[in-house]
């Protein structure tokens, strides 16, 4: 699922409430990301209730090893961002499994 398919699921859910256009919408849709994407990169935590909880973990380096020559090589430190998710999406998600 895309940005716009988000935006055109908004849209069609609220085109006859709202007189709002698919445009507005996607700029919505848009700004919310971007927030979320500048306060992931402050290392500050996103927390979205009955969803899930974005972080930033910092990963220590390590020693990898090139899978071709099986020579050691350096992994740096490196920041991650980690998806964890809500009880009831993880709940719903399994519900929705079982169906299947």
């Not at 500048?38 to 090893?65: A, C, D, H, P």
Request: glycine share 6%; net charge positive.
């Amino acid at each position: 699922m895309t940005k716009r398919d988000i935006a055109n699921f908004i849209y069609n859910k609220c085109e006859e409430e709202f007189s709002i256009t698919k445009k507005e919408i996607y700029e919505i849709v848009s700004e919310v990301f971007q927030i979320i994407e500048e306060t992931l990169r402050k290392g500050e935590k996103v927390q979205i209730s009955g969803f899930g909880t974005f972080l930033v973990k910092e990963r220590k380096g390590k020693r990898g090893r090139n899978p071709r020559t099986g020579e050691e090589v350096p992994v740096p430190d490196r920041r991650v961002i980690v998806f964890k998710p809500s009880k009831k999406l993880l709940e719903q998600v399994e519900l929705k499994l079982r169906k299947l």
